[in-house]
């Protein structure tokens, strides 16, 4: 781990920019904020673990980021394959849910049947609404993780779901379908949850 | 048979309506939610709050890094070795 001296040896007086520690510190500095809200949404309380194994990997091949404006995207793309590798070690990958299982929920149909908020006349928002940040995380949370990633980086992070499936080092037809049984499952659980935690109780809007 | 005008039930419509969204379905099928949604309003209404519920997940992106994670993650950063 010699940057510096590597880069000295190689040429006297040329100035790389991406080259030192320094540099490095500037880039990580800035981008941990953002870093640790990806990382808690995908890994929940292993978050600033998971940016610490991000940091060390970034560092380590540090020399090979090209464009240093292009430094945060490439850091999220480390921090997003770090996810990918503890899921694999632990082996908790395998918790695929039955297509049928979950595909005939319909949220906005059970809101409409259960009409939890008698008196509104926009019902499907006042339900949303009486999530705060955290119930959307403890929603996400109760999800397996293969469901959650793909979710969480197509419709939180906006990446396209090509870019996911190689972040993610899967076959873009098996992101496809976990994104929808995801969908679903997300539906299901945010009415799962909303009942258990009395969001629906009369009166419980924030 | 012409393939395009084909109708879909709704289970199917409503199946496939994030894709819709994500303009992530072929133009066939495309145009078979487009030709459902034409004449269903319970369909639509499942659009519309397809829709809120991406915004719903897209304004629950940001968060606050508490302040001690931050020092101790900017600390960790300095001390990678050198």
């Given amino acids: 781990m010699d940057k510096g001296r590597g880069r000295g040896a190689n040429g006297e007086g040329t100035h790389i920019s991406t080259g030192t520690k320094t540099d490095f510190e500037r880039l990580a500095v ?53 996810y990918r590798d503890r899921l694999r070690k632990e082996a908790r990958s395998v918790q695929e849910v039955a297509v049928d299982e979950v595909d005939d929920f319909s949220l906005y149909r059970t809101i409409a049947e259960e009409d939890p908020f008698p008196y509104s006349d926009s019902v499907h928002m006042d339900f949303l609404h009486s999530f705060a940040r955290e119930d959307v995380h403890a929603v996400l949370l109760r999800m397996p993780d293969i469901y959650r990633a793909p979710l969480v980086l197509r419709y939180m992070q906006g990446y396209a779901t090509k870019e996911i499936a190689r972040m993610l080092d899967a076959p873009l037809g098996t992101i496809l379908a976990r994104l929808h049984r995801g969908r679903k499952l997300f539906e299901r659980e945010l009415w799962a949850y909303a009942r258990q935690a009395g969001l629906l109780q009369k009166g419980a809007g924030r | 048979m012409t393939e395009a005008a084909r109708l879909i039930p709704c289970s199917e419509a409503v199946r496939q309506l994030w894709d819709y969204l994500d303009h992530a379905l072929s133009p066939e099928d495309q145009a078979r939610v487009v030709g459902h949604l034409a004449f269903c309003r319970k369909c639509c209404g499942e659009l519309e709050f397809a829709k809120e519920l991406q915004a719903f997940l897209a304004s629950n992106e940001s968060d606050e890094i508490p302040t001690h994670v931050k020092e101790h993650l900017e600390r960790f950063v300095k001390e990678l070795d050198d």
């Fill in chain 1, 30 to 82: 800035e981008a941990i904020p953002r870093l640790y809200v990806i990382a808690r949404r995908l890994a929940g309380d292993g978050a600033e673990d998971l940016v610490q194994e991000c940091l060390m990997r970034a560092y380590r091949s540090f020399s090979t980021l090209a464009d240093p404006q292009a430094g945060g995207g490439w850091l999220r793309k480390i921090l997003v394959n770090a």
